[in-house]
C-alpha cells in the first residue's frame, strides 16, 4: 500500500539523500529499534503475563 504522492515522496527521498551516509546509517538502525520496540510492546499489551 502506498498513499504517500510521488512528490512528497521525491521530497523525502531528497532529504534522506541529502544526509551522510553515517546519518542514514544511524536512522536506519533507529527505525529497526523503534520497530522492536512496537513489536515487543504489542506483545506485552497481548500476554502481559509474558517477561521480555
Do not use: C, H, W
Request: charged fraction near 35%.
Amino acid at each position: 500500500m502506498n498513499d504517500t504522492s510521488d512528490e512528497v515522496y521525491q521530497k523525502q527521498r531528497k532529504i534522506v539523500m541529502s544526509k551522510s551516509p553515517e546519518e542514514r546509517f544511524e536512522m536506519g538502525i533507529q527505525m529497526m529499534e523503534d520497530a522492536r520496540s512496537l513489536v515487543e510492546d504489542g506483545i506485552r499489551m497481548s500476554y502481559p503475563e509474558i517477561i521480555l
